[in-house]
């Protein structure tokens, strides 16, 4: 993932708070161990985060976050693990952005009576076509829209109905044909990304 919710796509790991310039100035950061990447996994490259993780950096990210607010569940991480490897087999092309694939590991968790609630915090929502920021508009109390900052398509179309579809199409491949609608809720904090 990209943004404030940077990790390492292939370990997982956190990412250092320095920042170390590469010769096209970008601001690099260094992968640093924690009690869910050990130092042994680290190769020392440097990144800003990516777009598409690992299915293991995806892993570690949901057993992190789900560790906020509620203690180890090894159950449930089995779980995840059985439901990231189908999700990463099935998603394809606009799909296979870590946003969409955590969006639906979200209707998965929560499908299967865990608390998902909480996940929606941890995904950066960006525009599905350019990976820019979105700009949001409130039309009334239960109307949230979004287009794209930076004005990537001339139709201005819906990125969240976008983002949800993406993530309801992608469900509904992954498991078994079964249809399940993802919903970004109003209150998402994600949009804070
Ligand atoms: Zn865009």
Known sequence: MIGTTAFCP???AQLSEQR?????????????????VDETELDGELTTG????????LLVHFRRTHQFYRPENAELYRNVALW???LKQAANGQQSP?????????ARVRQEQYEAEWMVGHVPLRCPRCHGRLAYDQ??????YAQCAT????????RL????????????????HERKEVEVPESCPAKLY
């Open 10 to 12: 292939k370990t997982g």
């Open 20 to 36: 170390h310039y590469d010769e096209r100035g970008r601001p690099l950061r260094a992968p640093v161990p924690d009690a869910f």
């Open 50 to 57: 990516a777009i598409r993780s690992s299915r293991k950096a």
């Open 84 to 86: 990231l490897r189908r």
């Open 98 to 106: 870590d946003m969409i694939v955590w969006l639906a590991l979200t």
């Open 139 to 144: 039309f009334d109390s239960n109307t949230l």
């Open 151 to 158: 004005n990537c398509s001339v139709d201005h179309a819906d």
């Open 161 to 176: 109905s976008e983002i949800e579809d993406l993530a309801s199409d992608l469900y509904e491949q992954a498991f078994d």
